[in-house]
């Protein structure tokens, strides 16, 4: 019950920010953590597409938003952002081999490959 109370201030905190400065990165980030965070799927989506406006250039940007896509159940979409994260410089091999956010892309043939293609060679 406290942690819930305690989620939904840190939101409307970060939420009332945002209002004020609807172009504040760090908050629009952190908002969309903490939505995903905590079951709001469709709202993390909606600030990881905000930020990937804001910042078209940022890699982990892209990689949050395919987060998002794969937890809202658009496989295709989440592909095509981690492609972009990849372009743009993301190489956290290690992480995307685990992200549980991931999970239901291990699957996906072409996740697998793209996964191959980052692998660090030994």
Request: proline share 5%.
């Amino acid at each position: 019950m406290a942690k819930e109370r305690d989620a939904a201030f840190e939101m409307g905190f970060f939420e009332s920010v945002l209002k004020r400065t609807p172009d504040y990165t760090d908050v629009v980030e952190i908002l969309g953590g903490l939505y995903t965070k905590h079951g709001r799927i469709a709202d993390g989506l909606r600030m990881d597409r905000r930020l990937v406006k804001l910042q078209p250039a940022n890699a982990t940007a892209h990689y949050n938003l395919a987060c998002s896509l794969a937890l809202s159940k658009r496989p295709t979409d989440a592909l095509r952002s981690l492609h972009r994260a990849v372009e743009l410089g993301y190489r956290d091999f290690d992480w995307m081999s685990q992200d549980p956010d991931l999970e239901e892309m291990k699957k996906h043939p072409a996740f697998l490959e793209l996964l191959g293609r980052l692998k660090p060679q030994s």
